[in-house]
């Protein structure tokens, strides 16, 4: 009989096609260890978001995969092929960093086809598709001018199609939007995401910020200290994080843990609650079946507009921040509230232990 390899179909139905494959992925520089044994995987046409404080390791990853950097440990593969000690242009990948960096003395569409006229495209087909990169990301019309003639967000949009004309299978990005100032980063937010599903290119998107990562996310990777602690959905991370770390870092770190947990929830253990789950109210209002409650007073109060945030030292020791909606009240109402005995009120299934 003939030795041939057989692929089975069957092996892999039900399986999403995954594009990149992290397994035990580790960098160290000299003492430092950068990345420490990162396994993930993710899918084809995907939103994934590494998210963590600085100097968790994200960067890392990102130039691993990449090709600027090289792993001490673990390996790379890109659409089921090992590219671990390949270098960067024979990779699938292109990145775009948070400072752009264009070339300025370029216009935006030379800027746009630089890479096609490296791999020699031909120029009419280069053209083609410089304008037709530049147009998805709304600067049709904006070809001849320089980078030094736009604002930060049209030079942002100007990388973006610089990395979308050459059609990677993944697009890296490095806290892309961090030069931005609040109101255009939502709508850069709102409009990357839309972009995303519309080339269905998977998107591997580096961030620090929580809200960013859950405005925009499929799954996000929740690193800390070159690890990943959480892998998961939004609601996941958010609604049921597994370590304190994630508890914290995602949403505010609200934790009843020790003496207090066991007075206040009846058990030991470390258990978050996120604070716009918790209801204020009067002293002497006591718990329903399915809920918990504890005694405390209202040390500080924050009017944030549309919601205000109430930090309150709790009876049994500690505190708990609870995020009211302002639905009936204003500002005045919610500012008097600051020192008052108040019993704050959730329910049992809005507990999750997290260690
Ligand atoms: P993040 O992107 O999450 O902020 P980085 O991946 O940039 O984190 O860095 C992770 C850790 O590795 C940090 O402690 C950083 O100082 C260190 N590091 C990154 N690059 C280098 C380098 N080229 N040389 C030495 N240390 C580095
Ligand atoms: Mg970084």
Redesign the pocket.
């Known amino acids: 009989m003939p030795e041939a390899i057989q692929v089975s179909p069957a092996a892999n139905v039900g399986a999403k096609p995954v594009a990149v494959t992290l397994r035990g992925l580790s960098k160290s520089?000299?003492d430092?260890v950068?990345v420490d044994g990162v396994d993930l995987d993710i899918y084809d046409g995907e939103f994934l978001t590494l998210l963590?404080p600085?100097?968790?390791?994200?960067?890392?990853v990102l130039r691993m995969i990449a090709g600027f950097e090289l792993p001490t440990g673990g390996s790379v593969e890109l659409n089921g092929h090992d590219v671990t000690n390949r270098a960067p242009f024979e990779r699938d990948v292109n990145t775009v960093f948070q400072d752009y960096a264009l070339f300025p003395h370029m216009t935006v569409a030379q800027n746009v086809e630089y890479g096609l006229r490296v791999k020699k495209v031909p120029k009419g087909e280069r053209r083609q598709r410089a304008l037709e990169a530049l147009a998805s990301v709304q600067l049709a019309g904006f070809e001849q001018r320089k980078p030094s003639e736009m604002s930060g967000g049209q030079r942002q949009r100007v990388a973006l199609a610089r990395a979308l004309v050459n059609r990677p299978s993944v697009l890296l990005l490095d806290e892309p939007l961090g030069a931005l100032d609040l109101k255009l980063r939502e709508q850069m937010q709102v409009e990357l995401k839309q972009l995303q599903r519309q080339v269905g290119i998977t998107f591997i998107f580096?961030t620090h910020d929580q809200e960013e990562a859950l405005t925009m996310s499929d799954r996000i990777a929740v690193?800390n200290a070159?690890r990943i602690e959480q892998v998961g959905t939004p609601a996941d991370v958010y609604e049921r994080p597994l370590t304190p770390f994630v508890a914290g870092f995602v949403g505010t770190s609200n934790l009843l843990q020790g003496t207090v947990a066991e007075k206040i929830l009846g058990t030991s253990g470390v258990f978050s609650i996120r604070p716009e789950k918790i209801r204020i109210a009067k002293p002497l209002d006591r718990p329903s079946t399915g809920e918990h409650s504890a005694a405390g007073v209202v040390r500080d109060v924050v009017y944030v507009g549309a919601a205000t945030r109430f930090v309150v030292d709790l009876e049994a020791s500690g505190y708990l921040v609870a995020l009211q909606q302002n639905l009936q009240t204003s500002s005045m109402d919610v500012l008097g509230m600051r020192g008052r005995q108040v019993q704050l009120i959730w329910r049992r299934e809005h507990e999750t232990a997290v260690g």
């Open positions: 520089f000299g430092v950068a963590g600085s100097g968790s390791g994200k960067t890392t580096v690193f070159g």
